[in-house]
Nanobody, 122 residues
């Protein structure tokens, strides 16, 4: 039942910046992980950045030093600050959450946002 409102995508020149946002609503239980994934045409979803309940983060090697994931708990929102964008970053970016299926469940479930297009082109 988790729902997402994603925004912030657009068309930028190489070296430019964008800030993606994803506001979540609905039940998210237990040890959850929130993340941004990218999907270029003909490719699988690829993890870009993730953040857990302890604010531990991890990044794809290709974006380390350029992208930063963050969250604001009171707004139930995560962000992806994207700097020094490259043409290779062009993709649809999806918000994603992984959480327990219920407060006491040992099973996990995941949910995907609708995606926002990022295009980097000269």
């Amino acid at each position: 039942q988790v729902q997402f409102v994603e925004s912030g995508g657009g068309l930028v020149h190489p070296g430019g910046s964008l800030r993606l946002s994803c506001e979540m609503s609905g039940p998210i239980f237990g040890d959850s992980t929130r993340a941004w994934y990218s999907q270029a045409p003909g490719r699988q979803h690829e993890l870009v950045a993730a953040i857990n309940e302890n604010d531990d983060t991890r990044y794809a090697d290709s974006v380390k030093g350029r992208f930063t994931i963050s969250r604001v708990k009171i707004r139930n929102t995560i962000y992806l600050q994207m700097n020094d964008l490259k043409p290779e970053d062009t993709a649809v970016y999806y918000c994603h959450v992984l959480s327990r299926a219920s407060p006491t469940s040992t099973e996990y479930r995941d949910f995907w946002g609708q995606g926002t297009q990022v295009t980097v082109s000269s």
